[in-house]
Structures are given as C-alpha cells and as structure tokens.
C-alpha cells in the first residue's frame, strides 16, 4: 500500500500501474496487500471519454472471449503492468465484435473495488 485517502487507499499494482481502492481491515503504508473487484463491477470502452467520471482510464489488449449466455466475459492483459483480468461483457451487445488482440479500454469506482492486508512475496 502507497497511501490512504479516507476510504480509498492507493496501490502499487506492479509495472508502474497504481489503483485506488476501497481498503479493508488493517492496512500499513508499504505493507503488501491483495485487490479484488467483481467482473461485472468493470466498464468497458472503446475511448477513455466514454467512461463514467472517477473511473480511471485503463487498457488492455484482449487475450481471449468467454461466451457462456448472460456470463460471457472478455480476458485481457493491462497495458502497462500486463495483470489478467477478467471482465464481464454488458449484455448491449457493444462489445460483440471485439476479439482476441484488440485494444479496450476499462475503468472501474474505486469504491467497487476492495483491497484487504496480503502476504509478502
């Protein structure tokens, strides 16, 4: 952990990438720690101007697509850190063309997201 502001604590993701997150339970500035966000709790974008304000602009490549009905979800590697996440697709169907090698952007409410104390490795 970097840093807390009220709720939302600032993390080192790896690679340079630093996200706001929601802490939770005892956390020390430079202590490790793990973030989670739920799939569908991610926005996906073809432009940065496209997500909601206080979401950070991320982007990623996509790596692969999931196709499960109602769960269907992108796979994709973030540009600057490359960390896998996995991204629930809105059922609009905006995002239907996308495929493997194509570059999205996301964002997600540090709200949303929740980090918790994490082992050191």
Known sequence: MLGQDGTLVELDAGGGLKLRVRGN???????????????????????????????????????????????????????????????????????ADLRPGARICFGFDPERAICFPGQQR
């Open 25 to 95: 339970g005892a956390l020390a500035r430079g202590a490790p720690a793990d973030a989670f966000i739920r799939p569908e709790a991610i926005t996906l974008a073809r432009t940065p101007a496209e997500l909601p304000p206080g979401q950070g602009a991320l982007s990623g490549e996509v790596t692969d697509m999931l196709f499960d009905g109602a769960n269907s979800t992108v796979l994709l590697r973030e540009a600057q850190s490359r960390l896998e996440l996995r991204i629930a697709l809105p059922q609009t169907g905006a995002f």
